[in-house]
């Protein structure tokens, strides 16, 4: 048999030959039904770069408020206007949902959770742990315990 030369073209592999199908003109991503698992998958990607993105502003509000003791309460102040604490309880639960999406997907690459049911249970576990704690962090900093 003859040694293989570069610019030799080698036969299509044998799957490819098989499969003819004609691919979609338009593929409609709503009609695309995503299990639960994918849907953590994806809302982690996005709680990541959610939090990459507000880390300056993050940055700022943390040196105000470790410049001077009028700079905390200054922070303290535009903490409590709903237009800065709202976005601060989403960015808290892009935090604790990234968070506990990372365990999860740590978790399946020690081969732990890898069955459809398995990743079914921990993608609604990382949901309601994620929504969970962020539920009871707002509760906390709106004082209602």
């Not at 399946?108 to 994620?130: F, P, T």
Request: with cysteine; aromatic share 8%; hydrophobic share 55%.
């Amino acid at each position: 048999m003859p040694a293989f030369r570069p610019g030799d073209r080698m036969a299509a592999p044998r799957s490819k030959q098989l499969i003819n199908k004609p691919r979609p003109k338009f593929l409609d991503l709503t009609a695309i039904r995503l299990p639960l698992a994918g849907f953590v998958s994806i809302l982690h990607r996005i709680s990541g770069s959610v939090l990459f993105l507000a880390l300056p502003a993050l940055i700022a509000m943390f040196a105000l408020s470790l410049e001077s003791p009028e700079g905390f309460e200054r922070a303290r102040q535009l903490m409590r206007q709903p237009m800065i604490a709202i976005p601060l309880f989403g960015l808290a639960w892009a935090y604790l949902h990234h968070f506990c999406a990372g365990i999860r997907f740590l978790l399946l690459d020690l081969h732990i959770g890898l069955d459809k049911q398995g990743a079914h249970q921990s993608a609604i576990a990382v949901m309601a742990v994620s929504l969970g704690l962020t539920t009871l962090l707002a509760a906390k900093l709106l004082g209602v315990f």
